[in-house]
């Protein structure tokens, strides 16, 4: 009886600990996704022009999506397509490759931007490039909003 019990008890927690896995990785993931969009916020305004331009501050955005993008590859493992409310499509498990250039590209570029983005003029020219990663992986990898 005691080891019956003792037996589930091991199954329980093995069942309890997979699923948390898979929950933090979304968890992670959506985090990482909304800094992400926090730190377009600022460079956003400036961009509109409704808030002056601030070198220091779009650095600062730019070498977060760099570290984000990083951490954001490792975070889509078999078992995190479905649970936590996630909005990410299953093709990004039928085009893993793809998906995961997809964050290259974002952290290469962020990078380049950074070192070209000097003044007022690099920044109207060089911002849009990075940002369009956001909407271009959404569309073909997220959920589209309703
Ligand atoms: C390579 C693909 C890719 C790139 C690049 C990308 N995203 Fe995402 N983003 C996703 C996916 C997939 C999800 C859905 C994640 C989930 O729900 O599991 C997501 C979710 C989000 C969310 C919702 C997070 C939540 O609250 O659940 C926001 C906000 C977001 N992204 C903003 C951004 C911004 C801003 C950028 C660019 C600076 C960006 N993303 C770049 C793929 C990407």
Request: aromatic share 8%; proline share 3%; charged share 25%.
């Amino acid at each position: 009886m005691l080891r019956t019990v003792a037996g589930l008890l091991v199954v329980t927690l093995a069942a309890s600990v997979a699923q948390a896995q898979n929950l933090d990785a979304i968890k992670q993931r959506q985090n990482l996704m909304k800094a992400n969009a926090e730190a377009t916020k600022a460079p956003t305004a400036m961009m509109k022009g409704e808030a002056p331009f601030d070198l220091a501050k779009v650095k600062t955005s730019l070498k977060t999506f760099q570290t984000n993008a990083v951490k954001l590859k490792t975070l889509w493992p078999a078992d995190s397509k479905t649970g936590g409310d996630t909005k990410a499509l299953p093709a990004i498990w039928t085009n893993m490759k793809d998906y995961l250039d997809w964050f290259d590209g974002f952290a290469k570029d962020s990078k380049a931007a950074e070192a070209a983005i000097k003044d007022e003029a690099t920044f109207k020219t060089e911002w849009p490039k990075v940002v369009n990663y956001c909407g271009s992986c959404h569309k073909d990898y997220r959920v589209a909003k309703k």
